[in-house]
């Protein structure tokens, strides 16, 4: 079933794409879990991609950059927008298998959604779980 974009990112109606994690396999890049946290608040505000390009960028314009794997392409969140993550720490987990980016927003939001009046959202986890099948916005 083809889902609606619009639906999925603004809807109320509970629709987990639980397939992503096989689509992301498929990729055909090494990549690993990357978190992009709030520095200040603790806020998670995305979870992305990284390949070692994507650590690399990430390091050296200390903007937070992941690896697109829906476009198959470097993305530096904020690079045509304005709304960029600068970077505070790039942790790395006990394992060595997935990164934490620590950032401060630098822009008028994190999320490529846009609230009522066109903000770009905070971060990308603007609706919580109002029951098994429904969504309700914070």
Known sequence: MIMDHHEIEEGVRLELDFTKLKKVANCKEDIIPAVAQDADTGEVLIVGY?????????????????????????????????DYLEIVD?????????????????????????????????????????????LEFK
């Open 50 to 82: 990284a390949n070692e390009l994507a650590l690399k960028t990430t390091l050296q314009e200390n903007m937070a950059t992941f690896w697109s794997t829906s476009r198959n392409e470097l993305w530096i969140k904020g690079k045509t927008s304005g």
């Open 90 to 134: 790039v942790c790395v987990n006990c394992e060595q298998n997935s990164l934490l980016y620590r950032v401060k927003p630098k822009g008028r939001g994190a999320c490529h959604t846009k609230n009522a009046d066109g903000t770009p959202r905070a971060g990308c986890y603007y609706r919580k779980l109002k029951s098994s099948t429904e």
